[in-house]
Structure formats: C-alpha cells, structure tokens
C-alpha cells in the first residue's frame, strides 16, 4: 500500500469585512451533514471558550463569531511560529426551510456543533403505499 502525505489546509483569512477589534479574523473549518430532520454543521475554531462565541440568525443570514483570548500570549516573544492567533468568522446564508426558532449550539473542545432543525416543509415524508 502506497504512503499518502497528509497536508494541513491553510488559514484563509477573512476578507472585505470591516473589524470592530483590532487582529486578525480566520475562516474556521467547517464540516455540514445533512439529516431527515436537520442539518449539523461542526465548526473547528480552537482556542475560543463557550463564552466567547457569538452565533446570531438575521434575514436569513447565520452568523458565527469565535474570538481567541490574547492574554497568554501577551508576554510572549516567539522565534518561530508554524500558526497564526487570531479569530473566527463565518457567514451563511440559510433558506427558508430551516426552523431558525430552534436553532441549538453546543460547544466542545473547541467544535462548536450547531443544529438547523428542518421545517416541517422541509422534512422527509415517507408516503404509505396501499395494495391495489
């Protein structure tokens, strides 16, 4: 069996939005699953607390706003450093099937694992077939 490298993705850093605190702002890593009755989106942002994430719905848009404290590296001189700190930012635009009233977040190990209930529109239906 062939050897395959396994290489990190990059940091992307986020473009074209204006920043209300100064440092840098990362897209986290986001891996969507969707469900009969839901869709889960895991989004990777290490080093932010539960208290320090910010998840909001307007208009249709969700919101996703992660920030690294900078405390315990303020007296740090580093010589080498293989990643950036900064913070997260992600944006998504949902349609009208998802019930944004019972949204639910849950955040571990810096994942936070978010859950978009389906509408009842939207879910699956399985439709009874009769002998005929």
């Known amino acids: 069996m062939a050897e395959q490298e396994i290489t990190a993705k990059a940091k992307q850093p986020v473009e074209g939005q204006e920043k209300t605190r100064a440092g840098r702002f990362f897209l986290p890593g986001v891996d969507i699953y969707e469900f009969g009755d839901s869709i889960k989106l895991w989004v990777d942002m290490p080093g932010v607390k ?3 994430v910010e998840v909001t719905h307007k208009e ?40 944004d009233q019972h949204i639910g977040a849950l955040m571990k190990n810096g994942v936070l ?8 529109r939207a879910q699956l239906r399985r439709i009874e077939i009769k002998a005929g």
């Open 50 to 52: 539960e208290s320090d």
């Open 60 to 99: 249709g848009v969700l919101t996703i706003t992660g920030t690294v404290s900078t405390e315990a590296y303020e007296k740090l001189s580093p010589l080498y450093t293989e990643y950036n700190i900064g913070n997260y930012f992600r944006q998504f635009e949902l349609n009208e099937d998802i019930d």
């Open 113 to 120: 694992e978010l859950t978009l209930p389906k509408g009842e």
